[in-house]
């Protein structure tokens, strides 16, 4: 069966049996407490997955695209519950509970550019961030970590202590943090109570997360009268146990004093007495301008905010003393969604299901390709959300103020697909299975999810395909607007296509994810919960996929029928009017025959007519223009002929005079002398000797000039 398989699935099927991860499976720690922080210890980089192994204090390698390769690398020892890849990709975050440690990777090179060459163990070299600050304080816990986003500067960590404090640490020197913000007053935290904990921390007044957004320029209210050159900074979002959301702007560049200071808290709008819930955990920007802001809460809720201007009111006004104190931006809730954390089985014969009060906290990861979905982790499973309404978003808000389409095409737009992907608490009396590591591999055959459970086991599935980023365009593509555009793609491509319709209708709210049943093999679910279980999965086949499919068939059928009768009624159209054309041709063989007869008929009565008007200007008693014309040419041909003639005759009689003259002239002609060929011969010999004499005389009188000169 493998046989028939695609890469896909061959390579989804090999890779959780992986050496490695069957070595880890084999020596899995017994279920625990919960931990203190939500495990994240799986991340990717260039085509690998590395792993944290905390009894060996090591990370290993997998290779993705070589699966039955060398065993991994062996890194440093360290107790950690999370792993964070830097920006620039040459160091991780071990983060704990109690202080964090830097790890270097180390340099690939060789044939599959593997670590130190496809070594089996390499040491790697750390840098413990704020150790001497977290041993002295030991009340003193870190709730959140992130990297500094910026990959052109030396790395950078952002760590959220328990003290209500971000710090920015710098790599170099890791021991003394370069920025500060303190997020509450001193004299309120140090009023405790009897746990120690602070009162704005039993009140939910403490910063829980945070999170950095794109690159963008800080408003010109928060600079004040010194920010008259744009100013490029982060905006970094905190969020607080009670919901409430603050904003500020980060820039390691810029030493300006308005920078880093604390907004809000943020308005959210529409306004909620609970203030959208009072168990805020985790916030994520997705990187998209406007900015999109995702908090959610132990309870399930996902609540997703858009970022956009306040706008100054009458409270406001009133305040308006210093003017980088007003209109701080405001979060738009644009729609909520409940996840469900634990299966909600129903009980005995009622049609509703049962309220779960089970709740943990939710960790958000963005998708490393598409911008318009996010991936959530909990202890009872993982859910993958899509957000299809950022590109109508997009084009609302840079349209004209008058125009409505985007408006409504924004309104009419379907929410956000939510994928229940994996569930490590299926049923109530179970205890929830956390999962080790997430992560998304997007470059290797499609976009798929790699998750590893508490007992080392490796799950992957593939993504949903509703929601994925636009394809870049090709490099012979050019945009052509003469190219005719074929009328069955308008048709596809339109907004009321029946392709949308058939997805719209096979759209499910809810879906079976994978069970995965706790670490305690042994003990056996009680029957009636298993029932509940099999009825939920029944039900939701039932309604998320028979019944809807059922109606996508009947709409099928439907155009089916329709589109017989159409293509009927085509026929018959399309038969009447060949039988048309074939009338129309043979009258139009018929119309050039009498065309031509015609044709020839008009050239002989044109012909009748010319001789006609030829005798009847030749029997006219006045002459036209024409002939009076030839008349004159005529009269003058024969005057010129005359003088010609004329002229000839004079010529003849002249030449006839001079050669009488030239007879007259002549005399008679004398004699000539004729030799014979002796005597000319006796006349040149004599002729030769007297030149000889003459000669050899001239040489003589030269010679006796010479001799005289001399």
Known sequence: MAAEWGPAEQWRAALPQHAVLSRLRERAPAAGARPPLIRDLLFGLDGDVLLWDGERGALHAIALRRLGGPDPAGLSRYQVYQTLLSPTQHHVALIGTKGLMVLELPKRWGKNSEFEGGKSTVNCSTIPIAERFFTSSTSLTLKHAAWYPCETLEPHIVLLTSDNTIRFY????????????????????????????????????????????????????????????????????????????????????????????????????????????????????????????????????????????????????????????????????????????????????????????????????????????????????????????????????????????????????????????????????????????????????????????????????????????????????????????????????????????????????????????????????????????????????????????????????????????????????????????????????????KYEEAKEKQEDIMNRMKKVLRSFHSQLPVLSDSERDMRKELQTIHDQLQHLSNAIRQVKMKKEYQQKKMEKGTSPRKPSITLSAYQSQCIQSVLREEGEHIREMVKQINDIRNHVNF
């Not at 201007?309 to 006004?317: R, T, V, Y």
Request: proline share 7%; aromatic share 6%; net charge negative.
């Open 170 to 593: 710098s790599l170099k020197v890791p021991q003394t943090p370069i920025k500060v913000i303190a997020l509450s007053d001193t004299e309120e935290e140090t009023l405790t109570i009897k746990k120690g904990r602070a009162y704005t921390a039993s009140l939910g007044e403490t910063a829980v997360a945070f999170d950095f957004g794109p690159l963008v320029p800080v408003p010109k209210n928060i600079l004040g009268q010194r920010g008259r050159e744009e100013v490029l900074a982060y905006p970094l979002y905190i969020l607080y146990e009670n919901g409430e959301t603050f904003l500020t702007y980060i820039s390691l560049l810029q030493s300006m004093g308005s920078l880093g200071k604390l907004l809000g808290p943020l308005p959210m709008h529409p306004a909620a007495e609970d203030n959208y819930g009072y168990d805020a955990c985790a916030v994520l920007c997705l990187p998209c301008v406007p900015n999109i802001l995702v908090i959610a809460t132990e309870s399930g809720m996902l609540y997703h905010c858009v970022v956009l201007d306040g706008e100054e009111d009458e409270e406001q006004s009133e305040k308006s003393w210093d003017p980088r104190s007003d209109l701080i931006p405001s979060l738009y809730v644009f729609e909520c969604v409940e996840l469900e954390l634990a299966l909600k089985l129903a009980s005995g014969d009622e049609e509703e299901p049962l309220e779960s009060d089970f709740s943990c906290p939710i960790k958000l990861h963005r998708d490393p390709k598409c911008p318009s979905r996010y991936h959530c982790t909990h202890e009872a499973g993982v859910h993958s959300v899509g957000l299809t309404w950022i590109n109508k978003l997009h084009k609302f808000l840079g349209s004209d103020e008058e125009d409505k389409d985007s408006l409504q095409e924004l309104g009419a737009e379907q929410k956000c697909f939510v994928e229940h992907i994996l569930c490590t608490k299926p049923l109530p009396c179970r205890q929830p299975a956390p999962i080790r590591g997430f992560w998304i591999v997007s470059d290797i055959l499609g976009p798929t999810m790699i998750c590893i459970t508490n007992t080392y086991e490796c799950i992957t599935r593939p993504l949903l395909s509703t929601v994925h980023p636009a394809s870049p365009p090709l490099l012979c593509t050019r945009e052509d607007k003469d190219v005719a555009v074929s009328p069955l793609r308008i048709l596809a491509e339109s907004q009321h296509s029946f392709e949308k319709h058939i997805r719209s209708i096979l759209q499910r709210s809810s879906a079976n994810p994978l069970l995965l049943k706790s670490a305690d093999k042994d003990a056996a679910p009680p029957p009636e919960e298993c029932l509940q279980l099999l009825s939920r999965a029944t039900q939701v086949f039932r309604e998320e996929y028979i019944l809807k499919q059922d109606l996508a068939k009947e709409e099928i059928q439907q155009r089916v029928k329709l589109l017989w009768g159409q293509k009927k009624k085509q026929l018959e159209d399309l038969s009447y009017c060949r039988e048309e054309r074939k009338s129309l041709r043979e009258m139009a063989e018929r119309l050039a025959d």
